[in-house]
């Protein structure tokens, strides 16, 4: 079996993500071991099936290997695709079939398969909320299509949903029924959150953060596993509460799955302020605060060889005017699979409430305190998850 029954913790190639992935990947599994299981997704729209097979092959830990056929991203879904994209995957220029379709099902599984993947996604996208219950069962029927075209291997149903579905009683109901009702075992559930402001916090929805967690019950009690990809830190914290797994990666596309955002520049464009993902407060800061953090007794240093060869000042902090953006963002990746790695215990959730706590407890310790981007405000509500 692919799946091993450790908590699964994936790592999305981003567009611009470097010839580094596999070293990346390497640093993974060495953060993750023992007690969480690493994999790799792969965008298929955006690589085409050959490069996506060099990428997964070029990886050479053991692991999951997702290639994400991105159906949600057709056109038909009113999304607007490049021609690269339509070229690299050609069932994007097509229209989507009204009602399950061998040959279309046999194709996208089979590109997944050409490029390398050990565990595929079904042959579904986004599940519209308008007349949610009629979609979603058409939606499961394409599941059914898809399992037929592959009895012995290991499948994911993958649906694509807005937060109204977890949000929603009615909406969620109906999910949870099909959950309940499928004998599929994987679940593959992207969800579309509201914009993340700034753009490096984590989610403080606290309607959404409970729908996630009565999803998660659900599944734990069917004994489905639940896979929640383009989640971050969140999908963290509910992999504490049961999720099977949860996907990041070094693009922001990677680490959160949002509604669009126009943004518009008025004047000369700012240089970007250097921020850390600081693992003992929960969430990214600035250096200067960094710098408070560190000075605290009981603060920890992140031990990755990303911060080891971050350039650093005279006094041993790190240098703002020499910034390594990319190793910033590595060293990220590294910290989300060492923290699966110290919370995948026989009760993760316990683990997982005590990492937040300690979280909690340190930035209030700040002297000053923390405040604007770097405050992690999220952390209450988060807390609050654990006494559900």
Same mark, same amino acid.
């Given at each position: 079996m692919t799946l091993d029954g450790r908590p699964l913790f994936l790592v999305a190639r981003s567009h611009s993500g470097g010839d580094d992935f596999?070293?990346?990947?390497?640093?993974?599994?060495a953060a993750a071991a023992p007690g969480v299981q690493p994999g790799t997704i792969v965008n298929l729209p955006r690589h085409g099936e050959t490069a996506a097979r060099r990428l997964i092959d070029a990886v050479r830990q053991p692991g999951v290997r997702i290639v994400d056929p991105e159906l949600h991203l057709h056109p038909d879904h009113g999304v607007p695709v490049s021609q690269t994209r339509r070229t690299r995957a050609p069932y994007l220029d097509r229209p989507l079939p009204a009602r399950p379709e061998r040959g279309f099902v046999t194709e996208l599984l089979d590109r997944q398969r050409n490029a390398g993947a050990n565990l595929l996604l079904t042959a579904t996208g986004r599940v519209d909320e308008v007349d949610g219950e009629r979609g979603l069962a058409r939606a499961?029927?394409?599941?059914?299509?898809s399992r037929a075209e592959a009895p012995t291997e290991e499948l994911a149903v993958n649906l694509t949903l807005s937060r109204t579905w977890l949000t929603s009683p009615q909406l969620r109901e109906a999910l949870l029924n099909e959950l309940v009702d499928s004998t599929e075992r994987v679940w593959y559930l992207r969800v579309k959150w509201e914009p993340l402001r700034p753009r490096q916090a984590q989610l403080t929805d606290v309607?959404?953060?409970? $729908?996630y967690a009565a999803l998660i019950e659900t599944a734990k009690v069917e004994g489905k596993v639940v896979l929640l990809p383009q989640t971050g830190l969140t999908g963290w914290l509910m992999t504490g509460l049961g999720a099977g797994g949860f996907s990041t990666g070094t693009g922001g596309p990677e680490q959160a799955y949002l509604d669009p955002v126009e943004i518009r520049i008025r004047g000369p464009r700012r240089?970007?302020?250097p921020r850390y993902f600081e693992p003992e407060v929960l969430g990214t800061i600035g250096l200067p605060a960094r710098r408070r953090l560190s000075g605290l007794t009981g603060y920890r240093s992140c031990p990755c060889a990303y911060c $080891?060869?971050?350039p650093?000042?005279?006094?041993?902090?790190?240098d703002a005017a020499r910034w390594d953006r990319d190793r910033a963002l590595h060293h990220q990746v590294v910290s989300f699979a060492r923290l699966a790695s110290e919370t995948a215990d026989t009760d993760r959730a316990a683990a997982t409430e005590a990492v937040v706590a300690r979280a909690q407890a340190l930035a209030d310790r700040a002297n000053p305190p923390l405040t604007g981007e770097d405050r992690p405000t999220?952390?209450?509500g988060w807390l609050e998850q654990f006494a559900q």
């Amino acid at each position: 079996m692919t799946l091993d029954g450790r908590p699964l913790f994936l790592v999305a190639r981003s567009h611009s993500g470097g010839d580094d992935f596999p070293a990346l990947m390497t640093a993974v599994a060495a953060a993750a071991a023992p007690g969480v299981q690493p994999g790799t997704i792969v965008n298929l729209p955006r690589h085409g099936e050959t490069a996506a097979r060099r990428l997964i092959d070029a990886v050479r830990q053991p692991g999951v290997r997702i290639v994400d056929p991105e159906l949600h991203l057709h056109p038909d879904h009113g999304v607007p695709v490049s021609q690269t994209r339509r070229t690299r995957a050609p069932y994007l220029d097509r229209p989507l079939p009204a009602r399950p379709e061998r040959g279309f099902v046999t194709e996208l599984l089979d590109r997944q398969r050409n490029a390398g993947a050990n565990l595929l996604l079904t042959a579904t996208g986004r599940v519209d909320e308008v007349d949610g219950e009629r979609g979603l069962a058409r939606a499961m029927r394409w599941v059914t299509a898809s399992r037929a075209e592959a009895p012995t291997e290991e499948l994911a149903v993958n649906l694509t949903l807005s937060r109204t579905w977890l949000t929603s009683p009615q909406l969620r109901e109906a999910l949870l029924n099909e959950l309940v009702d499928s004998t599929e075992r994987v679940w593959y559930l992207r969800v579309k959150w509201e914009p993340l402001r700034p753009r490096q916090a984590q989610l403080t929805d606290v309607g959404l953060l409970a $729908g996630y967690a009565a999803l998660i019950e659900t599944a734990k009690v069917e004994g489905k596993v639940v896979l929640l990809p383009q989640t971050g830190l969140t999908g963290w914290l509910m992999t504490g509460l049961g999720a099977g797994g949860f996907s990041t990666g070094t693009g922001g596309p990677e680490q959160a799955y949002l509604d669009p955002v126009e943004i518009r520049i008025r004047g000369p464009r700012r240089l970007p302020v250097p921020r850390y993902f600081e693992p003992e407060v929960l969430g990214t800061i600035g250096l200067p605060a960094r710098r408070r953090l560190s000075g605290l007794t009981g603060y920890r240093s992140c031990p990755c060889a990303y911060c $080891g060869r971050m350039p650093r000042d005279a006094g041993g902090h790190f240098d703002a005017a020499r910034w390594d953006r990319d190793r910033a963002l590595h060293h990220q990746v590294v910290s989300f699979a060492r923290l699966a790695s110290e919370t995948a215990d026989t009760d993760r959730a316990a683990a997982t409430e005590a990492v937040v706590a300690r979280a909690q407890a340190l930035a209030d310790r700040a002297n000053p305190p923390l405040t604007g981007e770097d405050r992690p405000t999220h952390l209450a509500g988060w807390l609050e998850q654990f006494a559900q």
